[in-house]
């Protein structure tokens, strides 16, 4: 049996919100590219909104596009809602 090519995962910031559930992502290592919600983000509803912090999955064939797979918590939140 042939083993799945492994995929590369990244971390990044979402900087822009597109049409159709896609983002634009800076990368860590400084690549900018397009994310769309992968099915299981989709399925919990969960919120991606430009500032956060996420894990992309992306492909070798195709280092532009990736697959946004988990949203990462931001620590700065906590402290913002007990100030208020």
């Known amino acids: ?4 090519d492994p995929k590369r995962i990244h971390e990044g910031l979402i ?4 049409r159709n559930g896609m983002f634009r992502v800076h990368l860590d290592n400084g690549d900018l590219i397009i994310g769309y919600i992968s099915g299981k983000i989709r399925r919990s509803f969960i919120r991606i909104l430009p500032g956060d912090r996420v894990q992309v999955e992306v492909s070798r064939y195709d280092s532009t596009r990736g697959r946004i797979i988990y949203r990462l918590r931001n620590k700065d939140s906590k402290d913002k809602d007990s100030k208020d």
């Open 15 to 18: 900087t822009e919100s597109l």
């Open 1 to 4: 049996m042939e083993e799945k």
